[in-house]
């Protein structure tokens, strides 16, 4: 079955760019849809945004000036960027794969989450 | 001041159903985009519970039900256990927004 797995820096930098990976295992990252939520501590779920190996990426209207995800084909895996990070970008993030549609199946892997601060 | 609204908190004894509602707008749940839900146990990752409005995927006991009508939709749990003491949220695709969107979140308790 499909798992995922984030990985990338606890610790972020005021102003600067957040990076974040998630590989794929147990399937094909040329199929299916991609996606990136995050957490901020105490707080609900946020969608950050979604990807499909052949379509254009899908961007939360709130982060869309500062957000970009991507998808490595030869390394099944993809990749969150998030720039000028503040405090308020500190969560836990986690990737999550939709099946062959997300309107229609939702979110059904997970990884377990990585926990980004933003901090000096 | 999120798109889908839930209420913050839930609650009840051992055995009993309870209800959570999921309230969207014409642009989302009123609109034909399906309605999902997830239980998010403490210091866990959300898990899928129900799927397209109504449906449970493999392994997701019987208990737990979902349902759309118009603007709303609930999330039912029968039959309450001590283990479903979790966050639970439901999500849709928003067509104002080109996107995604969570209610957020009712905290259960089993009293």
């Known amino acids: 079955q499909v798992q995922l797995q984030e990985s990338g820096p606890g610790l972020v930098k005021p102003s600067e760019t957040l990076s974040l990976t998630c590989i794929v295992s147990g399937g094909s990252i040329r199929s299916d849809h991609w996606n990136w939520i995050r957490q901020p501590p105490g707080k609900g779920l946020e969608w950050v945004g979604h990807i499909y190996y052949r379509g254009t990426a899908k961007y939360n209207p709130s982060l869309k000036s500062r957000v970009s995800i991507s998808v490595d084909a030869s390394k099944n895996q993809f990749s969150l960027s998030l720039s000028s990070v503040t405090a308020a970008d500190t969560a836990v993030y986690y990737c999550?794969?939709?099946?062959?549609?997300?309107?229609?199946?939702?979110?059904?892997?997970w990884g377990q989450g990585t926990t980004v601060t933003v901090s000096s | 001041q999120s798109v889908l609204t839930q209420p913050p908190s839930a609650s009840g004894a051992p055995g009993q159903r309870v209800t959570i509602s999921c309230t969207g707008s014409?642009?989302?749940?009123?609109?034909?985009?399906?309605v999902h839900w997830y239980q998010q146990l403490p210091g866990a990752a959300p898990k899928l519970l129900i799927y397209a409005s109504t449906n449970r995927p493999s392994g997701v006991p019987d208990r737990f039900s979902g349902s759309k009508s118009g603007t709303s939709a609930s999330l039912a749990i029968t039959g309450l256990r001590a283990e479903d003491e979790a966050d639970y949220y439901c999500?849709?695709?928003?067509?104002?927004?080109?996107?995604?969107?969570f209610g957020g979140g009712t905290k259960l308790t089993v009293l």
């Open positions: 999550a794969r939709c099946g062959d549609s997300c309107y229609k199946y939702g979110m059904d892997v």
């Open positions: 014409s642009s989302n749940i009123g609109a034909v985009y399906d």
């Open positions: 999500q849709s695709y928003d067509s104002s927004l080109s996107g995604w969107v």
